[in-house]
């Protein structure tokens, strides 16, 4: 999708994807991402997500990159944080003590914007991409880490042709085509969940498959 779409989402407050709480399969399965792996976690496409204050929570330092000043704003404004904020490189960086969000471009980061991070959390980013920008997503966060790493993907899949994304459907085979070369892939989670999503149904899906993995280099 193009950046302005995603401005016109979030001026829009068109922003479905939005969850009023932590995501639960972060909750679940952190104690996975986590173990034995410190330091930061990277959380790209971090739109306002509650996860970046839960992952702070932690006692983990993150970092987040996110297009849409509103999206950033809305955050700090609705967590009662002020951020200081300066411009770095193509980004303006939002900071507060354990936690700093990139706004900019995704494409724009590179290995030396995420303070030593080895662990990433994706939920809703690589989906929120159609197929050929997906390919360039993964190319580029594996090119962010080149060393070890962890990753948690929370991604979703739905019959071809029932909808057009975003959420984009992202199959477990394409999760293995797109990573599978540099990354140890585990399936910790997979589970029908259209009932949990109605606005989906609505737009016409009989099926939203939830998929969690691991993903380890
Ligand atoms: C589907 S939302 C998911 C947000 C968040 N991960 C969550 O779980 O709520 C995708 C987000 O990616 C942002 N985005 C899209 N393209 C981007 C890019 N190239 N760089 C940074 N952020 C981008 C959008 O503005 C949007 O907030």
């Not at 990139?102 to 914007?113: C, E, T, W």
Request: glycine share 8%; with cysteine.
């Amino acid at each position: 999708m193009e950046p302005e779409f995603w401005q016109q989402i979030w001026q829009q407050n068109d922003i479905g994807f939005h969850r009023a709480s932590e995501h639960p399969a972060l909750v679940r399965y952190w104690p996975h991402l986590a173990e034995g792996m410190g330091g930061p976690v990277f959380v790209p496409l971090c739109g306002k997500s509650l996860d970046l204050a839960w992952l702070a929570g932690q006692g983990r330092e993150v970092v987040g990159v996110e297009l849409s000043a509103l999206a950033v704003d809305s955050f700090f404004q609705e967590n009662g944080l002020t951020p200081q904020t300066s411009a770095v490189d193509a980004f303006n960086q939002y900071r507060v003590d354990g936690l700093r969000i990139y706004q900019g471009d995704f494409f724009a980061l590179s290995r030396r914007h995420l303070d030593g991070a080895r662990l990433i959390y994706d939920r809703a980013a690589l989906v929120a991409f159609p197929s050929d920008m997906r390919r360039r997503y993964a190319a580029h966060l594996d090119a962010l880490f080149p060393g070890p790493a962890r990753m948690l993907l929370v991604a979703n899949s739905y019959p071809e042709g029932q909808m057009d994304g975003p959420p984009f459907s992202v199959t477990a085979d394409e999760v293995e085509r797109l990573y599978a070369g540099n990354w140890r892939i585990e399936l910790l989670e997979r589970r029908e969940t259209i009932d949990e999503h109605p606005g989906l149904r609505k737009r016409g899906l009989d099926s939203f498959i939830s998929e969690v993995f691991l993903l380890e280099k």
